[in-house]
């Protein structure tokens, strides 16, 4: 029977990954509509580093730790140079996301517990959208829940070094990929600290701590010896939106509004760009939004029990707190990038909600079978899955709601076209299925930099020769001793000024 029960597990667990990879790789050419101006300075920089450039952090776009441009550079050498190889390498974190909560939630919690939410990750909006973006920060949870599960290992093990070792490793390797990885090592430390007010510490715990840090700031070395030549890139993206200085000097107001609104986008009001979500989507709707708080009562009543129960609930609380602080303390909160850490702890959180209601409902259900039943008597196979079959209606509800809202609403909107440079993108996708007719000229709203950039990753790095201008104010004339006649594109982003209007019926002149 235990085979036949480890099999089940094994076979929906699968299913869950099919599921999670099919919304993630869905339209993969379309959607996002094009790339947003990180993704273009991203994939330029990847360029570079096959073209031999090494760094251990970028200065593009006001800094960027390097991990991700690695990861990129790494997929256009495998696979070549494109907007869809760029995003391969987010689909594959945000894959290993809903893959390592699983090991992380058995071993807090239990195989139900890690089931329910390797499926609520595989189907969140947030998730999906995150796994489909070519940007830094979903190469953080990965690293934090390898963290998480071999410190928690190490404090739980009667052979806890190795794991020691590996979660300073992890640890580390984490902190090469966005900013709110700078919380980590608060993070572990405060779960050392609960553990040793619990009296779960022990002398080679102490040890191991050691070895963890030491391993941690060795791998940190390089990126530390160049803040400490640069400080200004160590400083420079977080001194924009932190809210610290005004508190220093007793201006609480703002880090009160920052947290009360980052509390808030569980069910209330989201990120408000297009960037990141559908304009203030929260991160549940109220059915997902009730479990989730459903799970931190949970969680909070476990913190009563005995450290083996109470351990895995303080380090979820303790996740939560510490992955949501940079949200807390920055302005433009709640932001769905700044609080990506948090991203596996509050499915876990939900997860733990839902396994209670499933108890219930079973608990319910077998109460009112009567036994012993006749041997003619029809098995209740309807109420003995009861809960299962509602638990499989809300996964199959959510899915419904985040491909209706991503791949419908998100992908069409206005603000989300623009911010994802749709116009370039369809600019790119008309040249390459018309005749060649010689020059083109394009007009763009970034025809300096930006928008060149996203055309020269439509064509694999290698984008046929066009003039660039911003029709909006100019119009380019090749010399006329050239003999030339270019054909002029106009985006979305930079139509036509008035002046250029009347040659609009004109074969050359296309607005697009």
């Keep these: 029977m235990p085979q036949h029960s480890n099999l089940g597990r094994y076979l929906l667990a699968v299913a869950i990954l099919l599921i999670a990879f099919a919304l993630r790789i869905a339209a993969i050419t379309q959607v996002p509509p094009g790339l947003s101006h990180d993704e273009a300075y991203n994939g330029v920089t990847a360029i570079q580093v096959l073209d031999g450039q090494r760094l251990i952090f970028f200065e593009i776009n006001k800094g960027i730790e390097p991990l991700i441009i690695y990861l990129e550079a790494l997929a256009f050498h495998a696979f070549g140079i494109g907007p869809v190889q760029l995003r391969l390498v ?41 796994s489909r973006l070519t940007l830094r920060a979903v190469t953080l949870p990965p690293l934090l829940m390898l963290t998480l599960y071999w410190f928690w290992l190490a404090l739980n093990t009667k052979s806890p070094l190795k794991f020691f070792v590996l979660s300073g490793i992890a640890a580390g390797a984490a ?53 400490w030549q640069d400080a200004a890139s160590f400083t420079e993206r977080s001194s924009q939106v932190t809210t610290i200085p005004h508190a220093l000097n007793g201006e609480f107001g703002p880090m009160i509004r920052n947290t009360i609104r980052t509390l808030g986008m569980f069910t209330f009001h989201g990120d408000d760009t297009d960037r990141y979500n559908l304009d203030g989507r929260p991160v549940f ?33 303790l996740w939560l707190f510490f992955m949501l602080l940079p949200d807390f303390i920055t302005d433009d909160s709640p932001h769905f990038l700044r609080t990506i850490g948090v991203l596996p702890a509050i499915y876990l959180t939900w997860a733990l909600g839902l396994d209670w209601g499933m108890a219930q409902i079973d608990k319910q259900t077998r109460s009112k079978i009567v036994r012993p039943l006749p041997a003619t008597a029809p098995k209740p196979y309807l109420a003995h899955h009861l809960s299962l079959l509602a638990v499989l209606l809300l996964l199959l509800f959510t899915a419904m709601h985040t491909s209706y809202d991503y791949f419908g609403r998100w992908a069409s909107a206005e603000e989300a076209r623009d911010i994802y440079g749709a116009d370039v993108a369809e600019i790119a996708r008309y040249l390459k299925s018309a005749k060649d007719e010689g020059l083109v000229a394009i007009s763009a709203e970034y025809f300096r930099d930006l928008d060149p950039f996203r055309f020269s ?32 594109l106009f985006a979305a982003s930079a139509p ?17």
């Design 90 to 130: 987010n689909i594959f974190c945000g894959m290993l996301t809903v893959v390592l909560v699983y090991p992380l939630a058995v071993r807090l919690f239990n195989r139900r517990v890690a089931l329910l939410a390797m499926a609520g990750m595989a189907v969140s909006f947030w998730a999906v959208f995150v």
């Design 175 to 227: 902190m090469y990929t966005y900013l709110s990885s700078r919380v980590i090592p608060l993070l572990v430390l405060a779960i050392f600290g609960y553990q040793l007010l619990r009296g779960q510490i022990r002398r080679q715990h102490w040890l191991g701590l050691l070895i963890h840090l030491a391993i941690w700031a060795a791998i940190l070395t390089p990126l530390v010896h160049y803040f």
């Design 285 to 317: 709707d109220w059915v997902n939004g009730l479990l989730f708080y459903l799970g931190l009562i949970v969680a909070l009543l476990r913190l009563r029990h005995a450290p083996k129960q109470a351990g895995p609930a303080a380090l979820l609380f």
């Design 457 to 488: 990753l439509h064509f694999q790095g290698e984008p046929p020769f066009v003039i660039w201008f911003d029709g909006r104010q100019s119009l380019a004339f090749p010399p006329a001793e050239r003999g030339l006649s270019p054909r002029y």
């Design 496 to 512: 036509a000024a008035e002046p250029w209007l009347p040659w609009r019926s004109r074969a050359w002149f296309h607005q697009r």
